[in-house]
């Protein structure tokens, strides 16, 4: 009787895997000489490139000093490192050989010419979302980007999840291909940029919290994520910004990559807005209008909090002469001792740049922000907090940008604490982060696997 | 408050949130860190504090107590160059020399770190540091050098 | 010169015991440049014809070379250690005619109080004025030391010889100078001929020699007018307006009071300082007196977009420097080009610092000034002092590569010191001072146009618009801290400095043969931002202009650039640069990989001093626009080389300094205010980007003059830069700098 039980039910193992895999079974699509430049349309080309600039391709399909778009940038996942392969033409190691339609399906189902499964580490899940029309433009400004010969390293990954039969039955859970659907009642401006971000920017990739198999809480969408060790702010309700986010906000951020009364993009972000620059506005403008949208008004009380946020950043006097004077009151809320005290800190090494929404004449310098009016200070985690301050911002090459140096050398750990500690308490409302110890321990462990 | 430059302990009396290059500068008389910025955009203030290259500049006093500080002066004599210092000499890798101390003091924690850089190293690591009289390709070369000097024991290379 | 230089003064020096020379005499002030002459920077010097060098300035030998009985030598120069080496050229050159060991002579640089007065330092003129003068002076002097061995000897010269300071008979018997120098023998003129050495026989001019200044800069002595601690020494800092002309309505010295180790507020008209005892408290109050200053301001500048339109449309005075009255008709098949460069900074590491001390009656000033005499004249205008009661001392600073802030450092320090006298006052400059007041290099405009008959240039046009290049101090009127105080004073009327050197339209006459050629310098006066002298003035953008230009003809008439240029070229000694550095390239072999591309580009600094061809190779990346430099050959001749290592270091540092120009650098402004206030801001060349090589072919010419070196890399760097992104890419931009999103733009998707 067990016996039949168990032969019973390997029988229905069997034929369920004998299903999914008939489910996960993917044909090839047939190889063709790469197209020659000529066959696409110039205007078609360009427009790839603002797409491309708004998917941010470059990133994760780029090498840390590689050529762009050959591949073999490392993404660190909690399950191991996928790499990023190369979406240049070349015939060999490229996508050269690849239709429209396989780069098509690439995009909407997460299957390669070959017929393999990609690992959701490829936002397919948001790529669905991207029009015919648009995936035309992006394969003609792929197809026509210089060739490059370069083999995508072998992902490195725990098994069983290096089967890759696997992410059928990821996808089966969580791929929704139904494309993005407009909403009548809003703007054209607003559809457009919901378009983007639900689509080829997949913000949400980031921007909204993952679940144990790795993908997006539904239920918290865009309410803040996860991105290379570094936190994603909140896009929705949830924001903690001091200053609360408008669209002209936005859109300054974005295509700036600061906006003086918000932030500076750091971490992954710097990226996406270094790409963004490139885009025509009127799409990121859209991405602004959708964005804040989804924020959704500030109430009374935070405009109120933040017009007294404002008003204090612009007067503020901390690196003048009283200096000395601010750090002995401070001191006093701290108990910590002398040498790892936050504020004797802030005062000697960050308020000569981060000194006051408007820079005092003739002795301006840094051009850094008021640290009162970072959403950096108000997240729910010090993780990016401490990782800017160990790591800075380094200066890219002959760009203007800005400059932060460091302090992974100059202070001890528990001197970042300390400086975390105070910064969160003097210029926030919000409630002390009490693991800052710990985050500060494994940032910097981060960066010692691996350095600069 | 006590400082430990160069091996030696200093009694200092200044406000806790000064800058190390200022307490140097102005009060030890030590000239090798130089201010260039102030801000922590050019290391010409660079200074190695326990094994790191830290930019004296924004570094406050109060955080350095207890720690090991060098500067270039620690490094050798004009008498008795060090390894770094004969390297730059021996390959002639100044012009105005004003960023000079601060690129020794980044190579010397490279070195320290990482005795057989490769070019491609030192450039990155040497990234934070400015120079305005485009001494950069004599730079690099120094500091192989000096890789090569502290490699057969810092006997290497004639004294300046 | 371990001690501070400024510990002795004059009086002390002319009475120091044991010499046995005690007359020192400066050139007689009849001799010495007036401002106006000053003014003419970069013009060669007008010259006594028969003295060589500054000797016809100076011409007193003492003035230049002193032996005391100990036989130590000092050697003066008017010139001074800008970071380029020349302390270490001009002890060569004096070495060798003397016949000593370079470590036996001591060099004295620009002192108003003990050197003679040789204008600025600049226009790579250091070897042309006093290397020549100083080599034959020396010559003289060593022909002086001879005659006399020979009465005391009682041997005829010819049976004497010289060597490492000693005068030896072929009877055995010798006498060293030391011991030959009496009285007042040394204080004669210079004769217009000297007894110079046999080029052939030369022992030190030639061999690279290391640098006398680098021991002391690696190992942290005190060597820079920052590093100078004087006695009894306080600290100051000037809070600067926030834009040019911005008036001062207030200022709340309340704040500032209560800053620890204030000693003073010093205002005079809009122009505000403080000072205090320790540096950092220094830095506290000037902060503390930022914040509560309140200034009334004025939109000046132009809107940055519209730049070079604006600046083409401000009225000119029209100079028509080569050709006719009239326009060239140039006729079917004609190529016209236009090219620009913005306003670019000097951008010192170090920012400008001076120290000042008014006592006695006497107010001394340590500045890293390039021109001692011409400030020292500028602030006894500013102080309303006889220039003898004011002496500025060059100390080192960090390297200045033209007129940066350093003048106005040592204005500072006047003005400061003389509103707290008794006490020295050590006041430097924070980065955002040097950045948002130091004069920029102007910015500028040219149009090429011209014809070919097959590979032949027939026809030529050049135009060029610009700024002065030239607003150094004095009259007093040219320090920015003038005019801030009242009653101000204001800068003098921009002139035009004559060719041959020329300012913007320096380089601007083609070096190349053609027969009909017309060059025309549209000189603007009105300055809407700060302009100054930037290392090479126009020869920046002309070489940039005229190179990128014959590049293109080269293309429209299917020719090698290089066999293009040759053809149009007759000067041997150009002809050798240029084939040195295509063959040390390996320019015939050159085989182009994708993605990159390979340019070249040659000019005669001034048209009249050193050659200087360069090739260099790129990789420039389609997607970001990123110009990668990746080997750089450069060949140089600039006359006799007196230190081959020393000017390889020179044009090394040139050619990156250009590419840094060239790639990445404009002044940014908006209509009120500067706003490249730092490195973030006004970002420069680092590590990451220098090319992987650069090899720099020094071609010496024994016996030939000294042409100078320091400026000779900047136009031809930046030209060849740009035929290589041509070479590489298919397009030609034509406006500096080469930043990834013009690249991106102009190479298309
Ligand atoms: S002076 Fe410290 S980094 Fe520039
Ligand atoms: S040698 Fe002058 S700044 Fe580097």
Redesign the interface.
């Known amino acids: 009787m067990a016996r039949r039980i168990i032969l019973g039910l390997l029988l229905v193992l069997c034929v369920l895997s004998a299903v999914f895999v008939a489910f996960a079974w993917r044909t090839a699509i047939a190889p063709v000489e790469p197209p020659a430049r000529s066959t696409f349309d ?1 205007a078609l ?2 427009r790839g ?1 603002s797409l491309a600039a708004i998917g941010d391709c ?1 990133s994760c399909h780029t090498a840390p000093e590689g ?3 050959a591949g073999g940038f490392p993404l660190h996942t909690q399950f191991g490192t996928i790499y990023g392969t190369n979406i240049t033409p070349d015939a060999e190691t490229g996508i050269g050989r690849w239709t429209l339609p396989a780069f098509r399906r690439a995009m909407h189902e997460g299957v390669d010419r070959e017929g393999r499964h990609l690992y959701p580490a490829f936002p397919y899940d948001h790529f669905t979302n991207v029009s015919d029309d648009d995936l035309q433009a992006l394969y003609a ?1 792929l197809m ?3 060739p490059v010969r370069a083999e995508t390293p072998p992902n490195d990954l725990t098994f069983p999840l290096n089967f890759r039969m696997l992410i059928a039955g990821w996808k089966l859970l969580y791929l929704e291909s139904t494309g993005f659907r407009p909403d009548p009642a809003q703007s054209g401006d607003w559809n457009r940029g919901a378009y983007l971000v639900r689509g080829l920017g997949h913000c949400g990739a980031c921007h909204t919290p993952r679940n144990a198999l790795g993908a997006e809480k539904l239920d918290l969408d865009l309410g803040g994520g996860e991105a290379e060790g570094w936190h994603a702010p909140a896009l929705n309700a949830a924001t903690t910004a001091p200053i609360p986010w408008t669209a002209d906000a936005l859109l300054r951020y974005l295509r700036r990559g600061a906006d003086e009364t918000h932030d500076t993009a750091i971490g992954p972000m710097a990226a996406v807005v270094n790409n963004l620059s ?1 885009v025509p506005e009127s799409e990121v403008r859209s991405i602004a209008t959708y964005i804040a949208s989804v924020m959704g008004p500030a109430d009374e009380q935070r405009q109120k909090r933040a017009s007294q946020i404002v008003a204090k950043a612009r007067g503020a ?1 901390e ?7 601010v ?1 002995r009151q401070d001191a006093k809320k701290s108990d910590l001792a ?4 936050g504020a ?2 802030y ?3 960050c308020a ?2 981060h000194v006051a929404l408007e820079r ?8 850094a922000l008021h640290l009162g009016l970072s959403t950096t200070l108000s997240l729910p985690t010090p993780v990016n907090l401490i990782r800017v301050i160990l790591q ?1 911002i ?12 460091g ?6 750990d528990a ?1 970042v604490g300390a400086l975390v500690s105070y910064l969160r308490a003097t210029y926030t409302d919000r409630p002390e982060w009490t693991d800052v110890d710990r985050q500060v321990r494994k940032a910097r462990q981060s960066f010692a696997e691996a350095p ?1 | 408050m006590n400082l430990d430059i160069n091996g030696k302990t200093f009694q200092i009396d200044a406000d806790p949130t000064t800058p190390l290059l200022y307490i140097l500068r102005d009060q030890l008389q030590l000239n090798g860190a130089k201010f260039g910025c102030g801000l922590g955009q050019c290391g010409a203030c660079t200074v190695i504090v326990d094994k790191q290259p830290v930019f004296s500049c924004i570094t406050p006093v109060s955080a350095l107590q207890g720690r090991k500080i060098r500067t270039i002066e620690g490094l050798g004599t004009l008498e008795n160059p060090g390894p770094v210092q004969r390297a730059f000499i021996e390959e002639q890798a100044a012009q105005c020399g004003y960023c000079i101390p601060g690129m020794m003091m980044r190579a010397q924690a490279l070195l320290e770190q990482n005795p057989a850089p490769s070019k491609s190293d030192i450039r990155r690591y040497m990234n934070a540091n400015l120079c305005r009289c485009g001494t950069h390709m004599r730079i690099l070369r120094a500091v192989e050098r000096a890789a090569a000097f502290v490699k057969d024991g810092g006997k290497g290379g004639t004294a300046g | 010169m371990s001690a501070a230089p400024g510990s002795l003064t004059r009086r002390e020096f002319l009475t120091r015991g044991g010499a046995l020379i005690v007359s020192f005499s400066l050139a007689p002030r009849i001799l010495a440049a007036s401002p106006q002459e000053a003014q003419n920077i970069g013009k060669e010097p007008v010259k006594e014809p028969a003295l060589p060098g500054s000797l016809s300035k100076a011409p007193l030998l003492d003035s230049w070379i002193r032996i005391d009985a100990d036989g130590t030598i000092t050697v003066f120069t008017g010139k001074a250690e800008l970071g380029q080496g020349i302390k270490t050229a001009l002890i060569q050159v004096a070495a060798e005619e003397l016949v000593v060991e370079p470590r036996s002579i001591n060099l004295v640089t620009a002192d108003t109080g003990r050197t003679p007065n040789e204008g600025y330092t600049a226009g790579s003129q250091s070897m042309q004025d006093s290397a020549t003068a100083i080599m034959h002076a020396a010559a003289q002097v060593r022909a002086i030391l001879v005659a006399l061995a020979s009465q005391r000897l009682n041997l005829p010269a010819e049976q004497l010889t010289v060597h490492l300071g000693v005068i030896r008979g072929n009877d055995g018997r010798s006498i060293t100078y030391g011991q030959l120098v009496t009285g007042e023998t040394l204080h004669v003129r210079a004769n217009p001929q000297s007894p110079l050495r046999d080029p052939k026989t030369r022992g030190v001019i030639g061999k690279s020699m290391q640098r006398v200044d680098i021991p002391a800069k690696v190992t942290g002595r005190a060597i820079y007018v920052q590093d100078l601690r004087l006695p009894d020494m306080v600290h100051a800092r000037v809070v600067r307006p926030p834009s040019y002309g911005a008036r001062l309505i207030s200022i709340d010295s309340a704040r500032v009071q209560k800053v620890p180790g204030l000693l003073r507020i010093v205002r005079n008209g809009s122009y505000i300082a403080v000072v205090a005892e320790r540096e950092y408290q220094a830095i506290q109050a000037m902060r503390a007196l930022a914040q509560g200053a309140k200034w009334e301001e004025r939109a000046t500048l132009p809107q940055p977009a519209d730049l070079y339109n604006y600046f083409q449309k401000l009225p000119t005075q029209d100079y028509i420097d080569l050709g006719g009255a009239a326009d060239i008709a140039l006729g079917p098949g004609s190529i016209t080009s236009t090219y620009r460069r913005p306003y670019q900074m000097h951008g010192s590491i170090g920012p400008s610092c001076a120290v000042g001390l008014s006592k006695d009656g006497i107010v001394t000033i340590w500045s890293h000034t390039q021109g001692v005499y011409p400030l020292r004249d500028a602030l006894a205008e500013l102080l309303k002092a006889p220039p003898d009661r004011v002496r500025v001392i060059h100390m080192e600073g960090s390297g200045c590569y033209g007129h940066n802030g350093a003048d106005d450092a040592g204005a500072d320090a006047a003005l400061i010191a003389t509103a707290f006298p008794g006490r020295p006052v050590r006041v430097q400059w924070m980065r955002e001072d040097e950045h948002a007041w130091e004069p920029y290099g102007s910015v500028m405009v040219s149009t090429a146009r011209a014809r070919l008959d097959g590979s032949n240039i027939t026809e030529w046009q050049y135009e060029v618009w610009s700024n002065t290049h030239n607003n150094r101090p004095a009259p007093a009127g040219q320090l920015s801290p003038a005019w801030a105080i009242e009653p101000p004073f204001t800068p003098s009327a921009p002139k035009p400095a004559p060719l041959p050197a020329g300012g913007g339209n320096r380089n601007a006459l083609p070096i190349y043969k053609f027969p009909n050629a017309r060059v025309v310098h549209h000189f603007v006066p009105g300055m809407p931002l700060r302009v100054s002298a930037l290392r090479a003035l126009g020869a920046y953008h002309n070489v940039f202009s005229i190179e990128s230009f014959i590049d293109e003809l080269a293309a429209a008439a299917r020719a090698d650039p290089i066999d293009f240029r040759l053809r149009h070229l007759d000067d041997a000694r150009a002809r050798d640069v240029i084939s040195t550095a295509a063959e040390r390239f390996g320019w015939s072999q050159y085989r182009r990989q994708r993605g990159r591309g390979r340019g070249f580009a040659f000019a005669r600094y001034k048209n009249y001093a050193a050659y200087c061809a360069v090739v260099l190779e790129v990789e420039v990346d389609r997607e970001s626009g990123s110009i990668r430099p990746l080997r750089v050959v450069a060949a140089i001749d600039s006359g006799e080389a007196v230190n081959p290592d020393g000017m390889r270091n020179q044009t090394e540092g040139g050619i990156i300094q250009s590419l840094s120009w060239s790639l990445y650098e404009a002044v940014t402004f908006d209509t009120t205010r500067i706003t490249s206030r730092d490195w973030s801001t006004y970002p420069i060349m680092r590590f990451s980007n220098v090319p992987e090589t650069i090899d720099v072919h020094v071609i010496t010419r024994p016996g030939m003059p000294f042409l100078g070196t320091g400026e000779a890399a900047q136009g031809p760097t930046a030209a060849a830069l740009a035929n290589a992104v041509a070479d590489a890419t298919g397009v030609r931009i034509r406006e500096l700098p080469f930043t990834r999103s013009r690249v991106k733009a102009a190479v298309g998707l």
């Not at chain 1, 302090?407 to 001890?412: L, R, S």
């Open positions: 110039t080309i360009a490139a470059v050529k762009p778009y400004f026509t980007r210089e490139a006097n690196a003048s002469g009283s200096v000395s004077e750090q002398p040498q790892s005290n004797a800190i005062a000697g090494s000569v740049c005092p004449a003739g002795s301006a310098s840094g051009n800075g380094a200066p890219a090459d002959g760009e203007r940008g800005p400059i932060m140096p302090y992974a050398g100059a202070f001890t001197q600069e």
